[in-house]
């Protein structure tokens, strides 16, 4: 019988087969074969019908099972809590809902990401029956979106650290150009520092012998450290593009004193010439109790000094600069406000750069990097906010040393016995300066003017040591130290050099006992003698 009916059935043609075929069976073969989940729910979350992918889908090992365990919809399935509640706002008010897209639980617990399109169904009288529609995972596509932005925010991160790196290397490259232009001058202007110094000492020394001068004291003492510290710049410019290394010595400060001593050396700047332009500027402290701070004070005096004079730039019509120093946590802060004109963004992202400047040429643009070049050294750190027309704020912050004990300075005294020393210079200023220095410390000094004259003086007479320059015509200070070992090896030799830290320890002459950096205080030179002569 079953083999006939296959027979008749054969012998219909397949348009006549079809309609033999009901909807139903059609239908329902769609429904059981689609790989989309199809489903029918109710509007309070049951599911109706279901087939087998959307079971899937879910995790499911079949629609009953599914059916059975997700019995409201909205608490169960959905990740985020209001979800079904927007799915059915959007198909009661429009009638559907197309490429509804949410992130729901899998049997398992796992989160998937699923796309629903569904329509209200309602009988002839508008009443609403139940909600049915189809369900894909687009889970992938949501990885591969997410992998997208992730690689994209990498990259971008990567082009905004190569971005860096090449302002970094620009920047370094800058400074270095920087340092070897300021060589060519530091020479010839350490050595007019040299003259500077060594005649403010002397100056001080013979203030202190009548009871009227004690206030000369001071003004001398103001040009010594003036003229110290001007040595230092010199030097840091000349090696702007390094940075500190681990060898480098700082020692304890008391960083409000630096930001007081600041304060005063600059008031004729902010001060008289203010007042005399009818622009008043004020400068106001806040400082705070703080631990010391370890650093180069010359360095720091220097920083302040250049935040100064650029806030008193930035305030042609006048204002007020307030320094504010405060511990926070393990380091020191400093801010320096002024209500002058304030900076746009690009400038302040651009005024740490050497040679950037918005002065015209009134600036040299190395003030502000210099300033970087120091707090770099000092392992600090520096944020700038400016508003045009509102003033700007650098915040500085640097570690403390609360370990650190400040202790007082002492002026040195000579510890050596009176020597017979022969000091030369092509500058016969210099050595009038450096006998009359060395004779207060009951030492014979002999000069000459040049290394051949230096070596016909030695080769007449016992000297127990030798200071000379290293740059001079006919015979050089490395050539004179050869000459003298040859003939007196046990002779000292110390070279004072207005090359300064541009000569390191490997630049030095193995004839040269010890060498010196222009301009030297007298206590610097009484120690270098000390040291050599030991």
Known sequence: MKRETQDIARSIPLTEFEFLVSDEQRYRGIFLNAIEGIFQTTPDGRYLGANPALARIYGYASPEEMQAHLRDISRQLYVRAGRRMEFLEIIEREGKVANFESQVYRRDGSIIWISENAVAVRDEFGRLLYYEGFVVDVTERHEAAAALEQARDELQQSLTEL??????????????????????????????????????????????????????????????????????????????????????????????????QSVAFTRPRWSAESIARGMPVEVVTDLSAIPPLRGNAAELREML???????????????????????????????????????????????????????????????????????????????????????????????????????????????????????????????????????????????????????????????????????????????????????????????????????DGEHQSEFVDLLVAKPASLAELRAAIAKVMA
Request: charge should be negative; proline fraction near 5%.
């Open 163 to 260: 971005r860096t790196t090449q302002q970094q290397v620009v920047q370094q490259e800058r400074l270095r150009a920087l340092g070897g232009m300021v060589t060519g001058v530091a020479h010839d202007f350490n050595n007019a520092l040299s003259l500077i110094l060594g005649y403010a000492e002397l100056l001080q020394h013979e203030c202190r012998k009548h009871p009227a001068g004690e206030s000369f004291v001071d003004y001398a003492q103001t040009i010594v450290t003036a003229s110290l510290d001007a040595a230092e710049i010199v030097n840091r410019l000349r090696e702007f593009h390094r940075p500190a290394e681990p060898g480098e010595t700082h020692e304890p400060l008391p960083f409000n004193a630096i930001v007081e």
């Open 305 to 503: 000094t250049n935040l100064i004079f650029n806030a008193v730039d930035a305030m042609p019509q006048g204002g007020t600069i307030a320094l504010r120093t405060r511990p926070v946590g393990p380091r020191i802060e400093l801010a320096v406000t002024d209500t002058g004109t304030g900076m746009s963004e690009e400038v302040r992202r651009r005024c740490l750069e050497p040679f950037f400047t918005t002065k015209g040429e009134r600036g040299s643009g190395l003030g502000l990097s210099m300033v970087y070049g120091i707090v770099e050294r000092h392992d600090g750190t520096v944020s700038i906010e400016s508003t045009p027309g509102r003033g700007t704020t650098f915040v500085f912050t640097f570690p403390s040393d609360t370990a650190a004990v400040i202790s007082e300075e002492s002026v040195p005294v000579s510890g050596t016995r009176p020597l017979r020393i022969l000091v030369v210079d092509d500058q016969p200023v210099q050595c009038e300066l450096i006998s009359h220095a060395l004779q207060r410390d009951w030492h014979t000094v002999d000069v000459a003017s040049n290394g051949r004259e230096a070596l016909r003086l030695f080769e007449r007479r016992e000297f127990d040591l030798v200071i000379t320059d290293k740059v001079m015509p006919e015979m050089n200070g490395d050539q004179l130290a050869l000459a003298v070992k040859s003939r007196e090896p046990d002779t000292r030799v110390i070279m004072l050099t207005g090359f300064g830290g541009a000569l």
